[in-house]
Each structure stands twice: as structure tokens, then as C-alpha cells.
């Protein structure tokens, strides 16, 4: 495995103690084995797992706490993917209501992808209005980012690679609206990759 695809398995998010790996032949079979884990009263507060699908991977961590004394409390789900890519194509989209700062988008620009009630409830911004237009060419991906909230989704520049990254301010623990974003995730992780890739494993 390339030495990127080693460090972004390893990283850990903060105060994360137990790492799942799930090595499956489809994106049916990630979701079966995590819908295991939820249905058998695992704690879902600290929830982090490593899916392996192919040449894809990708990272779920759920974290809350419900906070106490003079801390506040926190809900946080993110889904994360490194990609070798030599091209420069990077998008972040975010609904008004995003409150977390995404950083400086040196060189991305807003636009109007095309598609009506996306654009109308989504800020978009990209450096290649027709590579992300294609990439959101999928209804069914559309559909599900356009009617969601408190999000940023966003692909970026690192290193050696793009790090395609869905950040969700609320934990996710209804394993249907899990499974729904999953199979957004990897449908866009999918056009984004095509052809980006050498095979990979965990």
C-alpha cells in the first residue's frame, strides 16, 4: 500500500480508542456489518471504523457527549477518504446553516451547477464546474445532500493526494439515514476516484 494510503488509515481522531476494520466485496456488505453493531446495543458516542471495498477506502467516525458542568456537549459524524489523484480539482458544498469554519478556499469560486433546487439549497464552490457537475450528475446523491443540514463536503489538496472529506455536525444513529449518506458518500467517492488509483489494502 502507498505510504498516504498507510497514514490515513492510522490516523486516529482525537481520544479515539477502538478502530473496526471492514473488508467487503460491496458497499452492501460495509453496511450489513455495521447495521450488526447497531442493532446489538454497541455505544455509539465512540463509533469509528475502517471500510475497505475494493481499491476503496474510507473512514466512519461517530462521536458525542452530552457535556456536563460548564462543558457543552458535542455531536459530530465524519466520513473521509484519501485519493492519489494528480489532478487539481477540489469543491467544498455546505448549506447556509454550516456553523464551523472550512478554512480558506484558495482558487474555488461559487457556482450554479444546473441542477435547481441543489443549487438553491446548497453553497457550492469549485475550481471545475463541469468535473463536479458530472460527479453530481447521480439524482439519488443530489437528493440527499440537498435535504440535509449542519454539513461540509468537501475534496482537498494534501500532500501527495486529495482527501475527499463529509463532516456532520449531529452523530448519526439511525442506521437508515446512516446507510442513505454512506451510499452518497461512495457513490461521489466513486466518480471522484475513477481512474485515480492504483489497488489498494488495508
Not at 450489513?32 to 466512519?60: M, P, T, W
Not at 463536479?132 to 437528493?143: C, M, T
Amino acid at each position: 500500500m502507498h505510504e498516504w494510503r498507510n497514514n490515513f488509515i492510522n490516523s486516529k481522531t482525537p481520544f479515539m480508542d477502538n478502530v473496526k476494520n471492514i473488508i467487503a466485496n460491496d458497499l452492501d456488505g460495509v453496511i450489513e456489518d455495521i447495521s450488526r453493531d447497531f442493532a446489538s446495543g454497541i455505544s455509539l458516542h465512540d463509533y469509528h471504523v475502517n471500510c475497505q471495498l475494493g481499491n476503496h477506502i474510507f473512514k466512519l467516525d461517530i462521536s458525542s457527549s452530552p457535556g456536563g458542568g460548564e462543558e457543552g456537549g458535542y455531536e459530530r459524524t465524519s466520513i473521509s477518504s484519501s485519493i492519489a489523484s494528480g489532478t487539481d480539482f477540489k469543491f467544498v458544498l455546505y448549506p447556509e446553516d454550516f456553523l464551523i469554519s472550512i478554512g480558506k478556499l484558495f482558487g474555488l469560486q461559487d457556482i450554479v451547477l444546473g441542477y435547481p433546487e441543489f443549487d438553491h439549497n446548497l453553497i457550492v464552490k469549485t475550481n471545475n464546474k463541469p468535473r463536479l457537475k458530472a460527479v453530481l450528475a447521480g439524482e439519488g446523491a443530489r437528493k440527499i445532500l440537498q435535504n440535509m443540514s449542519g454539513f461540509s463536503f468537501k475534496l482537498e489538496s494534501i500532500e501527495d493526494g486529495h482527501i475527499l472529506h463529509l463532516s456532520i455536525q449531529r452523530a448519526l444513529t439511525d442506521i437508515n439515514e446512516l446507510n442513505q449518506v454512506l451510499a452518497m458518500f461512495y457513490e461521489v467517492l466513486t466518480e471522484v476516484e475513477k481512474g485515480a488509483q492504483a489497488p489498494a489494502s488495508l
